[in-house]
């Protein structure tokens, strides 16, 4: 009997894909879930949806619904994390607002530059009280990270407690979307029309999803480097092994220059290709911010669409909510991806063999030229002894540059948030690629602090 514990578990999305997944599973049949979340409301639906889906799936599972982590963990094996101090979108906005007033503009400000630091610093706190209580409930246990900034908190988990730690994202499949647009017509792949780009747009996902249901089954993609931040290093065809980079390259150029133009840039300048689509990759890169030049504009990046995606969660709870009651087919929930949490506790817990396309861990040699111990992406193998990093080698030095800037970044936000110090937080925003002013860096620090002392107690 296997025991996981969900904590976030009231997100409208893990209730949609990561429950049913779990849930679907004749391997965990049987198994303990406990879902936490601090919002009752939200628990409340996604406790009674999993009772329903245990019930009409007859999946054997002992559920329980807890508003405290520390009363869930006890004897836990995975701790599936997908926590985030909200308002979401309000305080999103609200971070690429505060930079606005001091001539700092951020390209997204979700996960690099000054947001990258604050995001963080607002989630660190109830982050290390979960994982210092798994040191004496659960200290064997697999802490399976979900939430934003991937480097960074899966970072304040490695260095700063002795749990392990895995973060999983899915962004790699942008690379397969746009791999997949580029070779359309070389491997059979029809493109919908419509699709502008691998920006979060509503209206774009499901056309992107069609993009990549159909790449996943002929190309092998084998990508490294820090989340939202990594690079693909090879291309080869699944079905005939033939490698298909330099056809790419070729494909990629004679794209509109429309489609995602600042991943063409780079691709262009550096002769690697960059996973994570336009809107991800411009917070990490320093060309992106310059008040003068604008190229924000000049690349058309999209900002997140607060107030829609807000209004998308309370639809998708509203929704959940009515499967939960049974007014609702649950038949949708028959064919969810867990985004890779099922993939690790099924492989960890029966001793299965599973390679993984993507996963954060420590950097024990797996990418040789970045930082040992900092929190990088590579493809893993999943077993019963656990997690591990396929080997890739070096990236081109010029790439790694600009991981490794991030990456010391990353863990100067992390030992500033955990020790509540000043001093480092400022050093963190001075050294930021998004910052080009020192006083700006001081005035934003200090905006930041003051607008959410309320969530920053350690400062």
């Known amino acids: 009997m296997t025991t996981i514990i969900v904590i976030g578990a009231g997100s409208a999305s893990f209730g949609e894909n990561t429950l049913s997944a779990l849930l679907r599973s004749p391997k965990l049949r049987g198994s303990i879930l406990r879902l936490v979340d601090r919002n009752a409301q939200s628990l409340d639906i996604v406790y009674r949806l999993a009772n329903r889906l245990n019930r009409e799936w007859n999946s054997g599972f002992e559920i329980s619904a807890h ?12 701790v599936v994390s997908a926590i985030e101090v909200g308002p979401r979108e309000e305080l999103w906005k609200s971070d690429y607002e505060i930079t606005l007033k001091y001539g700092i503009h951020q390209p997204y400000a979700e996960n690099g530059g000054p947001g990258g630091f604050i995001h963080t610093a607002r989630n660190i706190g109830p982050l290390m009280e979960i994982v210092h209580d798994m040191e004496q409930a659960c200290p064997k246990a697999w802490f399976i990270n979900f939430t934003n900034p991937m480097v960074r908190i899966c970072d304040a988990v490695n260095r700063h407690s002795k749990i392990k730690v895995v973060g999983l994202c899915h962004q790699i499949y942008t690379g397969y979307a746009m791999a997949g647009v580029a070779l359309a017509k070389d491997l059979g792949i029809q493109v919908p029309d419509g699709l502008e780009g691998m920006h979060a747009d509503v209206m774009q996902h499901p056309l992107q999803q069609m993009v990549i249901h159909q790449t996943l089954p002929l190309i092998d993609i084998r990508a490294a480097g820090t989340n939202h931040f990594s690079w693909i290093l090879s291309v080869h065809d699944r079905r005939t092994g033939e490698d298909l980079y330099p056809l790419l390259k070729q494909r990629f150029f004679e794209l509109d220059s429309n489609f995602e133009p600042l991943t063409r840039r780079v691709f262009r300048d550096f002769g ?10 411009c917070e990490y890169l320093p060309w992106m911010s310059n008040p003068n030049t604008k190229p924000w504009k000049k690349f ?9 995606m807000a209004g998308l969660r309370d639809f998708s709870l509203d929704r959940l909510n009515e499967m939960a009651d049974g007014q609702m087919t649950i038949e949708s929930l028959l064919d969810t991806d867990s985004e890779g949490a099922l993939e690790m506790i099924e492989n960890i817990a029966f001793a299965g063999n ?3 396309l993507a996963a954060n861990l420590p950097n024990m040699g797996q990418i040789v030229n970045l930082p040992v111990n900092a929190i990088v992406e590579t493809p893993v193998m999943v077993n019963g002894a656990g997690i591990h990093p396929v080997h890739v080698g070096s990236l081109p030095e ?16 992390v030992d500033a948030a955990v020790e509540g110090d000043y001093d480092k937080a400022l050093q963190c925003l001075l050294l930021d690629p998004v910052i080009h002013d020192a006083d700006a860096a001081r005035l934003i620090l200090d905006d930041y602090l003051m607008t959410y002392r309320e969530q920053l107690p350690q400062f």
């Open 300 to 308: 058309n990046i999209r900002l997140y669409d607060w107030e829609l």
């Open 67 to 78: 508003q405290n982590h520390k009363g869930a963990l006890a004897g836990a094996d995975f």
């Open 354 to 356: 599973h390679y993984h």
């Open 398 to 413: 010029p790439v790694a540059e600009l991981c490794r800037r991030e990456l010391m970044i990353a863990q100067l936000g």
């Open 272 to 281: 690697l290709f960059p996973v994570p689509g336009d809107t991800h990759l």
